[in-house]
């Protein structure tokens, strides 16, 4: 019998796996997909936490005011070249070239050195998909008025059967040619080629992500001038390499990952779970376990299915939270549907939104699948699964 099975290997789930396997405990994660951060840049929001604990229902109301420093310093231990603090952001570029701020970043998308340049120099790989190079000039020009912005366009031979047939190359296929052995020889003669017209010259660097990879690092402590990476439009190199190193930690720890399959149904005895069952090859499979943690993602990572009806929770039929005004009209602003999820006692555990009785002992939620939140007016997407998904190891 494993210690502990947690079901959904997103961000939530992948921490709660490390933290617990690095207690000692033995662990299986069953995923369906990968989670939404494959779709992020990488970087982490933990928004305005002290206004954000204010709010009676936040999920970061749940946990103590120090479990949330803990959760970020483990983040940043397990991977140091996340850079950053609570309570202060820093700057990255958007890939249309106008900056944004997230608290936790990895070092090669820190934007703080533009605010000394005199000269940007953007680079513009032949064919990348979804690469607006005079959006992005325009930008730069609005944002840091004291610079003259170059774009310098490049074309590398391993993609020329591409451009030859007129095939875009993505934001994710060039940062996984920098990483290979070619890649990194082209990178230095590629950026060999930048000349600096002036002392305060900064490259701008699309499809880059140098984040977990040496080699690359090393490139770029070479030049003679600063390079930011600049994020891409979803599915983003950022967020996968952090997908593939939490992956890649939690087994290091012994932990085992079931992928692509989803939990069908979790078998229960009164008031505990005792088995998730799966389906593999047609046939049912049950994974017994002491504890579970439910982190199956909300609305966007299937754990809430939402028909014209109703919104339900697809494993146990959990009670949800549900605004009772679905929708706003306004576009971007605050939906009141992200707030459907979960409701939690201190310890994760789920309860009635009603009566607050904890539905089942031996379970818990983290992650986007708790209620009272939105990932975007909040600004805290990564804070709250990084936090609640760090506890909820740390409790298994
Ligand atoms: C495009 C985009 C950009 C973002 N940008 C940022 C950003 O810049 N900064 C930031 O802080 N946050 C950002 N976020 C938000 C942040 O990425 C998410 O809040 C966080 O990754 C959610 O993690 P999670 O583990 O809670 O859920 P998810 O990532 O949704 O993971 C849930 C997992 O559960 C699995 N699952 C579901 N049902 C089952 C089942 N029955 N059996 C097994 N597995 C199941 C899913 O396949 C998935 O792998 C962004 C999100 C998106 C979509």
Redesign the pocket.
Same mark, same amino acid.
């Given at each position: 019998m494993w210690d502990g099975i947690i079901?959904?290997?997103?961000?939530?789930? #992948?921490i709660a796996g490390i933290r617990a396997s690095e207690r000692g405990k033995h662990v299986l994660i069953? +995923?369906?997909?990968?989670? =939404?951060?494959t779709? +992020? +840049?990488?970087? #982490? !929001?933990?928004g305005d936490v002290v206004q954000l604990r204010s709010r009676e229902n936040h999920p970061y109301a749940l946990i103590e005011e120090n479990v949330i420093q803990a959760g970020m310093d483990y983040f940043q231990k397990l991977f140091p070249d996340y850079q950053g603090v609570c309570g202060r952001t820093q700057t990255l570029f958007t890939p249309l070239g106008s900056p944004r701020t997230?608290n936790i970043i990895p070092s090669g998308q820190n934007a703080a050195v533009l605010q000394d340049a005199k000269r940007i120099v953007l680079m513009a790989p032949e064919g990348m998909k979804d690469f607006f190079s005079k959006i992005i000039k325009t930008n730069l020009k609005i944002c840091y008025p004291q610079c003259i912005v170059d774009i310098y366009p490049f074309r590398i031979s391993a993609f020329e059967a591409w451009h030859a047939i007129g095939k875009p190359v993505t934001g994710m296929e060039y940062a996984r040619y920098w990483q290979s052995g070619p890649g990194i020889a082209e990178l230095k003669r590629v950026l060999a080629g930048v000349t600096i017209t002036c002392s305060e010259t900064v490259v701008l660097f699309p499809g880059l992500a140098t984040a977990f990879s040496e080699p690359l690092k090393e490139v770029l402590s070479e030049t003679p001038f600063p390079v930011i990476e600049m994020t891409s439009f979803?599915p983003s190199a950022g967020?996968h390499n952090l997908y593939n190193a939490l992956k890649q930690k939690f087994k290091s720890l012994g932990g085992e990952l079931l992928m692509g399959?989803? *939990?069908?149904r979790i078998e229960l005895q009164e008031k505990e779970c005792r088995k998730a069952i799966v389906s593999s090859k047609g046939r049912p499979t049950a994974f017994a376990a002491h504890s579970f943690i439910l982190? $199956?993602?909300?609305i966007?990572?299937?754990?809430i299915e939402v028909t014209a009806e109703a919104a339900q929770e $697809?494993?146990l039929g959990l009670p949800l939270y549900v605004p009772a005004e679905w929708t706003k009209s306004e576009f971007l602003g605050e939906q009141p549907y992200a707030h459907t999820g979960i409701e939690a006692d201190s310890d994760l555990r789920p309860v009635d939104p009603g009566t607050k009785e904890v539905l089942f002992e031996n379970l818990r939620v983290?992650?986007?699948?708790l209620a009272h939140w939105d990932?975007w007016t909040d !600004?805290?997407?990564?804070? *709250? =699964?990084l936090t609640s998904?760090w506890y909820a190891g740390e409790k298994l």
């Open positions: 079901i959904g290997g997103g961000l939530a789930g #992948l069953i +995923s369906e997909g990968a989670g =939404s951060l779709y +992020s +840049s990488g970087a #982490l !929001n933990f997230a979803p967020g399959t989803g *939990v069908q982190a $199956t993602g909300g966007l990572g299937g754990g $697809t494993l983290a992650g986007r699948m990932p !600004n805290c997407g990564g804070g *709250v =699964s998904g």
